[in-house]
């Protein structure tokens, strides 16, 4: 399968987000991704099999910060023809910290990063559409990866993970509550994405080689109202369940929506 679809990958280094991107150029589709380190992005996906010649031909990968907004607008904008890019994946994500405290003992190297990377998301594409009015007829969907632990609603994490989810992880899962809220405010008629998903892994497992993961078949996939509940989830599946139901199709069946993934 081609297209002529431009993918805007965020995070590509992390493992669902890598795996997705994996999916992405296997499926001929072009993408874009914004890497601190270039090098260590492309040997992880010559490690998957990606041929050097489906990166020179398919893959454009901008050096930079998810703090630089002109990064950001390099990684939204094909280089070549300047087209805006019909999706957004964004795993961008903070490592943890340990600190002495009996109340929050986990925190994050930059504790606002998911926020903080939505934010800055928004304010490109603003910018794109200001000066690119026209562009604004073909917003992007977007797609972020949160977590379980969240929901309003009603529970989605077992019993034996609850004070994991509820006290420990306190710090990031603040960051990630306001990273959706952006999400659903930015994707109304007059917000800059045409619409959003959200998507709550339970706890993940394992790393990004697409060969690792249990496959689709093994998936559970649920909403905020009826949550997928369980204790955790391979990195490969939730990367391949992005491609298949929001890249390689338009995904609009998922806007709205905080989708919770397990295994």
């Not at 993961?213 to 509940?229: F, R, T, Y």
Request: glycine share 10%; charged share 20%.
């Amino acid at each position: 399968m081609t297209s002529s679809r431009l993918v805007a990958f965020f995070g590509a280094t992390g493992g669902c987000t890598n795996a997705a991107l994996v999916h992405t150029l296997n499926a001929g589709i072009h993408a874009t991704a914004l890497a601190r380190t270039p090098s260590k992005l492309i040997d992880m996906l010559l490690a998957q099999g990606i041929t050097q010649t489906t990166l020179d031909s398919q893959l454009t990968i901008v050096k930079g910060d998810i703090a630089s907004i002109p990064s950001i607008k390099s990684v939204l904008l094909s280089s070549k023809d300047h087209t805006l890019a019909s999706h957004i994946i964004s795993g961008v994500g903070g490592a943890p910290v340990m600190q002495w405290s009996l109340r929050l003992p986990v925190t994050l190297d930059n504790p606002e990063i998911c926020a903080t990377a939505t934010k800055n998301i928004v304010q490109a594409l603003g910018e794109i559409y200001a000066e690119q009015p026209a562009s604004a007829v073909h917003k992007p969907s977007i797609l972020t990866i949160s977590t379980t632990g969240l929901s309003d609603v009603c529970e989605d994490v077992p019993f034996g993970f609850r004070f994991l989810y509820h006290i420990v992880l306190a710090v990031p899962h603040k960051d990630k509550k306001v990273m959706e809220k952006l999400v659903a405010e930015n994707s109304s008629s007059e917000g800059v994405f045409r619409g959003g998903v959200v998507v709550r892994p339970s706890l993940l497992i394992g790393d990004q080689n697409i060969e690792g993961g249990k496959g689709l078949q093994k998936v559970k996939v649920g909403n905020e109202d009826k949550p997928a509940i369980g204790y955790t989830i391979h990195r490969a599946d939730v990367g391949e369940w992005i491609f298949e139901e929001t890249i390689k199709t338009d995904g609009q069946r998922w806007f709205g929506q905080r989708v919770t993934l397990t295994n």
